[in-house]
């Protein structure tokens, strides 16, 4: 059974750095599968981070995507997120999961995508305040 | 603002039926899957419905989902109050403002 873990700093100062790390357990991070982030402000829904491939390609939120960096450590079977300049609008609880991405075929020729996120941590929250 | 509309409430009586709306666009479900997470109070979301109308291994036959165009539905027959959750729909887009994954607001379903 795949595990995600994700752990960092609960409390972070506005116009500083958030830091999360996900630990893999049960699955290679190196594997055919992307490595995501979703965040839940509170009382609120789902928004899509990014994501990121064990060869280092990524995609991101465009309306994050100056502030975010994200990376993998295949030694550690783990992967990061950074988020920079925060402000009370990134308070949330922060999930990491695995995002599936497997091609769909109909008598052998190619389809498209199906993309899925099918495990997730149980979540981290981190509030910006001073 | 989400980019995929759904209602943000819903109910039903335990044993009936009830289904949850996701409208989107032609970048996004009308070009590609839906799934549908379930977040139970306090828990992180779980994989319900993927690639429009399948379940995983362990998600009941009771949960059922179908797609039409640019929009999408959760349907629970057989409500049970374990159901009351949140529940969220999403897929992939392809706009040109960026590509990457969207949800709809969610949907807070209350079993009466």
């Known amino acids: 059974q795949v595990q995600l873990q994700e752990s960092g700093p609960g409390l972070v100062k506005p116009s500083g750095t958030l830091s999360l790390t996900c630990a893999v357990s049960?699955?290679?991070?190196?594997?055919?599968?992307?490595w995501s982030w979703v965040r839940q402000p509170p009382g609120k829904g789902l928004e899509w981070i990014g994501e990121i491939f064990h060869t280092g390609g990524s995609n991101c939120n465009l309306s994050l995507k100056s502030r975010v960096t994200m990376s993998v450590d295949k030694s550690k079977n783990q992967f990061s997120l950074k988020l920079s300049s925060v402000t009370a609008a990134d308070t949330a609880v922060y999930f990491c999961?695995?995002?599936?991405?497997?091609?769909?075929?109909?008598?052998?020729?190619?389809?498209?995508?199906?993309?899925?996120?099918?495990?997730w941590g149980q979540g981290a929250l981190v509030t910006v305040s001073s | 603002q989400s980019v995929l509309t759904q209602p943000p409430s819903a109910s039903g009586t335990p044993g009936l039926r009830v289904t949850i709306s996701c409208s989107g666009s032609s970048s996004n479900i009308g070009s590609n899957t839906v799934n549908w997470y379930q977040q139970l109070p306090g828990t992180a979301p779980k994989l319900l419905i993927y690639?429009?109308?399948q379940r995983p291994s362990g998600v009941p036959d009771r949960f059922s989902g179908s797609k039409s165009g640019t929009s999408a539905s959760l349907a629970i027959s057989g409500l049970q109050s374990e159901d009351e959750a949140d529940y969220y729909c999403a897929a992939w887009d392809d706009s040109l403002d960026g590509l990457g994954v969207v949800f709809g607001g969610g949907t807070k379903l209350t079993v009466l």
């Open positions: 690639s429009n109308n």
């Open positions: 999961a695995r995002f599936r991405v497997v091609a769909i075929t109909t008598q052998g020729s190619f389809m498209g995508w199906e993309k899925h996120f099918d495990f």
């Open positions: 049960g699955d290679s991070i190196s594997d055919d599968n992307w």
